[in-house]
C-alpha cells in the first residue's frame, strides 16, 4: 500500500512541476544561478534534487551551452597558517539517497559555470542538462537571481581567501 501511495505522490508532484524537471525517481526543485560578476566570467547553479525512489542514486555530470565549463563543485573548509580558507573542488558526483534529498546551496555542493559564454543578469535563464547514474537525464530551466536574493541562503564565516585546485574531492 505504501508503494501506491508513493507512486501517487510522486505522480502529483510531478503534475505540479515542468515536464523536464520530474524524472523516474528524481524531481529537480528551486533551481537557480548567480550572476556573473567582473571579468572572471564564472557563476555557480544550484537547487535541490529529491529521490523519491528506494534506490540511492548520483548526480554523475552536468552539461549546458551556457559555460565553457559546466562541472560537479563543492567548498572545502580548511586551516592554513592559522586561518580558514575556503577551496572549491570538483568532485566526480553528488550522492542523493533513497527517498532523500541533496542540495546544491552556496558554501556546499554546487554546478560550477567556468567560463560563462555571456555575462548573466538578474532575470536571464538558461538550460542544464542533469545526468543521473540511475534516473533518466533531466533538463531544467535556471533562472538567474540578484545577487542580493541568494547572500542570506547559507550562513559561512570567510577569514581567509578562496582558491581553486584541480584535485577531486571525494564525494562521500
Do not use: W
Amino acid at each position: 500500500m505504501k508503494t501506491v501511495f508513493r507512486a501517487l505522490a510522486l505522480s502529483a508532484a510531478c503534475a505540479a512541476l515542468p515536464a523536464a524537471a520530474c524524472a523516474a525517481g528524481v524531481t529537480v526543485e528551486n533551481p537557480f544561478a548567480r550572476p556573473s560578476l567582473g571579468a572572471a566570467r564564472n557563476s555557480a547553479a544550484y537547487m535541490t534534487l529529491k529521490n523519491t525512489s528506494g534506490q540511492p542514486d548520483r548526480l554523475i555530470r552536468a552539461e549546458g551551452d551556457v559555460a565553457a565549463e559546466v562541472s560537479l563543485h563543492t567548498h572545502l573548509m580548511k586551516k592554513m597558517d592559522g586561518r580558514a580558507v575556503m577551496r572549491m573542488r570538483p568532485v566526480k558526483d553528488m550522492p542523493i539517497p533513497a527517498h532523500g534529498e541533496t542540495k546544491l546551496q552556496p558554501g556546499g555542493l554546487h554546478i560550477m559555470l567556468i567560463g560563462v559564454r555571456k555575462a548573466l543578469k538578474p532575470g536571464d535563464s538558461f538550460p542544464l542538462k542533469l545526468i543521473f547514474a540511475h534516473a533518466a537525464p533531466v533538463t531544467v530551466t535556471v533562472p538567474v537571481k540578484p545577487l542580493s536574493a541568494t547572500m542570506g541562503m547559507h550562513k559561512m564565516k570567510m577569514d581567509g581567501k578562496m582558491m581553486m585546485k584541480g584535485k577531486m574531492a571525494p564525494s562521500d
